[in-house]
């Protein structure tokens, strides 16, 4: 069970488990695709591609914020064993990745202009958040991309809905 590895095995043990982890969190997107279109195409593979990647993204940021806390707590996440801007820097590859991958959804899918502007909208804002750590490098910057992030994969989420269900 994903919450057994995750938290027992793998969080405790390595500065991977964010990125294992977000293996494990992209199949619901494969079964809501699924559950939606009745099929398991490349869309619904390139969409738990844009979860996959959007994870790190998105979690590295708490990472940063609670840096002390886990820490303390004796966990080995990557803003604790490699530090602050070696995270900073990893948000940023994979917040790339997530860009990428969800521009490649678009076209795979077929979805239309309104996918586009949201994608890029809220792409925008997630980037600008990231790229504010690293101008003021504060934990209240790390919460502001976190909430950003979370932001960006709803937007996204709601119009792949939009696009699936009513366009």
Sequence with gaps: NYAGVYTI????????NTVVGGGAGALPAVIG???VTGSVGLPALVLAAVVFCWTPAHFYNLAIAYREDYASAGYPM??????VDPTRRRILYWLGATLLVA????VVADFGPIYALTSATVGFVFVWTVARQFRT??????Y?????SNAY????????????LVL
């Design 137 to 142: 490098g504060t934990d209240l910057a790390a």
């Design 9 to 16: 095995v793998l969080k405790p043990t390595t500065t991977w």
């Design 78 to 83: 990557l803003s604790v064993v490699e530090g």
């Design 144 to 148: 502001r991309s976190f909430h950003a």
């Design 33 to 35: 695709w699924a559950a």
């Design 153 to 164: 994969l709803g937007a996204l989420l709601g119009v792949i809905l939009l696009e699936t």
């Design 103 to 106: 521009g490649a959804l678009g």
